[in-house]
Every structure is written in C-alpha cells, then in structure tokens.
C-alpha cells in the first residue's frame, strides 16, 4: 500500500508538471489562447457550459496578444468589446446573436478579438463556447482585458474626452469608446486588417464579403465606415450649419450631403494606421482642438464623431463602406423633432448585409 501512494503521487506530480509546462509553451508573459492552432480541429459535439468556463479560467489572455494563430496571414482579424455585462444582462443576447451570425455565415478562419472586464470574461467565454458546439465551426479566441488597454491609450482618450463625451464619468467607462481609435497600438503588430463590430450586430452575409472593401480603399485610406442614418450630425453642427447655410455637412446621404459615420462597424487598415505619422499629428490634442472649434462640433458619441470630424476636415482617410454593411434600426431621432426629414437619413436601398441594433432596437428574426 505505501508503494502505490508514492507510484500515485509520483503520477499526480508528473501530471502537474505537465500542465505547467503545456500552459508555459502556449502562453506569453501571461498571455493566453482559448484555443491552441492543434485543438482547432477538434469535435466540440458534445462540449458543456461547464466545460466552456473551466477551460476559459485556464487559458485567459489578460493583456495585449503576441501570440499568433498558426498560419495567421490567413485569419480575418473580427473585434468586439464586451464589458459591463451580469450574467441576466441583454447584452449577453446580444453578443450571442452576433457570435452566432458571425460564424455561422463565415467561409474563412477568423481570428476574434474579444474586449472584457473582469464582470464580463466569464461571461463571453462560455457564450463563444456555446456558440461554436452549435454552428460546429471553430475559431480563435483572444481577449484583452480594458483597464489595461485604457491604460495604453491614456494619451488619445484625454484628447478625445472634452469634446465627445456627453456625461463624463469614470475614466475606464469613458475610455470604451475610444479603444478604437488606437486600435493599431493594441493589435498584434502582425495583423494587418482588421474590423470591429458593436455587440448590437447581426450578420446576414459572410464577413469575408466585407473585407473585400479594403480593396476599394484609395491610396491614403485608413479607415472604413458606413455612413450614419439618422440626423444626429444635422443637430450636432446646427451652429456651423447656421454659419455656412449651404453646406452640405449634415444633409443625408442620397441628396449628396454628408451624414457622418455610423461606427457600429469599422474596417483598420492596421498596416497604414502604424506608419502613419500624419495620423499621430491628426489625433494629438492641438489638431483635435483646431477641427472642432473649426466646425462647432461638441459631440456625444464617442470613437463615432471623431471619425464624423476627420471625414470633414480629411476625407481621403476614410472609405465610405456601403450602408447595407450597418444598418441601423435606430429612430431615436424620428421623434425628437425630426420626423419630416427623418425617412431621407434612413434610407438605404442596399441589401442589408449587417443588421446594427442600435438605441436597444428589437434585431429581426432574419
């Protein structure tokens, strides 16, 4: 008997010391991969949600990734934040719904990008999880935790903050909508395209299709958006509006105006965005003074009206990606005084390609 306790001890040691040593040859300084490129192809038939957390707590990637899925040239880099969500929250249905449509409609690897707190990554771990055991398709899975990447970005938030946060409040919470904007410093350096996409969004076609815009952007491009359906940029600049009375800030789409950008979706020319010094001058805090003085612009809505301002002031660095690839399902501002204009926002005779729930719209059953 004393013999068997010390052969099942020496097992149990042994089979620590393995464990230790896989998670040390898939990890990075504390980084971590949901999935390894060797599970990849794994059956997930018969996967639970309790397996789901168990392998979430082991394999959590807390910070900027370097780790790279294998043959990574070939992964479409997708991107979510995905914080400040209870277990019972709406928004957890939401992600679900977007997870699902995402991979459920896709021909090629993805690679997801998942933004998280510490209230959330539980959460999104099993969501995915479960969404993978019931499309059967794979993908991996990396996140990112916020406070850090809040950190990292300190520089761009404090420029951002006094002219396109309505309420400010708490640093982090105010930082989740500027993550975007430096995107290209959080990505691993070796991605070189990516898009990101709001929870709140459901795709009816395949998000290689959307890719294919990075081929229609001009030669200074470095962003891709959709344009904004509503009129929320006519009410922003309604001092510069008053001022110049024929410019076509403001005015929708389809009678040759400019609405703004919707950024439930934007495409990261990753590659552009980190040589570009002209960029690192644009997003500083004198050039971002200088443009919304110039347009009388005090917004409220984050990442979205900076990209609003740079397409007036530099045009060329954003593609304009066709509506149907963000349509928004928000009429907040059909009853705010725009009704009799409103239907002119809206309009978008695209096929709807990604449906964007915004302002808590129900999101069709198609």
């Not at 891709?224 to 359906?229: S, Y």
Request: charge should be neutral; charged fraction near 20%.
């Amino acid at each position: 008997m004393p013999l068997l306790r010390k052969v099942l001890l020496r097992l149990t040691v042994l089979a620590l010391l393995l464990v230790a040593l896989y998670c040390y040859q898939t990890s990075d300084g504390g980084r971590w991969v949901l999935f390894s490129p060797q599970t990849r192809n794994r059956s997930l038939a018969n996967l639970t949600a309790a397996s789901a957390a168990t392998a979430y707590s082991i394999n959590y990637l807390s910070s900027t990734a370097s780790i790279m899925p294998r043959n990574q040239t070939n992964y479409y880099n997708i991107w979510c934040i995905f914080t400040k969500v209870a277990s019972n929250s709406p928004m957890r249905r939401k992600f679900q719904i977007f997870t699902d449509s995402l991979l459920r409609f896709a021909s090629v690897d993805i690679a997801f990008h998942v933004i998280i707190d510490d209230d959330s990554r539980d959460i999104a771990a099993i969501v995915i999880q479960n969404v993978m055991a019931s499309t059967g398709k794979f993908m991996e899975v990396f996140y990112y935790n916020v406070h850090q990447l809040a950190v990292q970005l300190e520089d761009i938030v404090s420029v951002m903050l006094p002219h396109f946060s309505s309420k400010p409040g708490t640093y982090y919470s105010d930082a989740l909508f500027f993550i975007s904007l430096g995107l290209h410093r959080i990505a691993p350096s070796h991605q070189k395209l990516a898009a990101m996409f709001d929870a709140d969004t459901k795709f009816r076609r395949d998000v290689k299709d959307l890719f294919e815009e990075f081929n229609k952007f001009g030669k200074e491009a470095l962003f891709g958006l959709a344009p904004e359906l509503t009129p929320v940029y006519r009410h922003v600049l309604y001092l510069y509006r008053n001022k110049h009375p024929t410019t076509m800030f403001g005015e929708p789409q389809h009678k040759g105006g400019y609405p703004g950008y919707n950024s439930g979706m934007v495409l990261f020319n990753l590659e552009r965005l980190r040589k570009s010094l002209e960029y690192n001058e644009i997003v500083n805090k004198d050039s971002v003074n200088a443009m919304t003085e110039k347009y009388h612009f005090k917004g409220h809505l984050g990442d979205q009206d900076f990209y609003t301002l740079l397409g007036m002031e530099r045009p060329e660095l954003i593609h304009m990606v066709d509506c149907g690839w963000n349509r928004q399902l928000c009429t907040w501002w059909r009853n705010r005084g725009y009704a009799d204009i409103f239907a002119n926002y809206s309009e978008c005779h695209s096929e709807t390609k990604l449906w964007h729930g915004n302002c808590n719209t129900p999101m069709p059953d198609d």
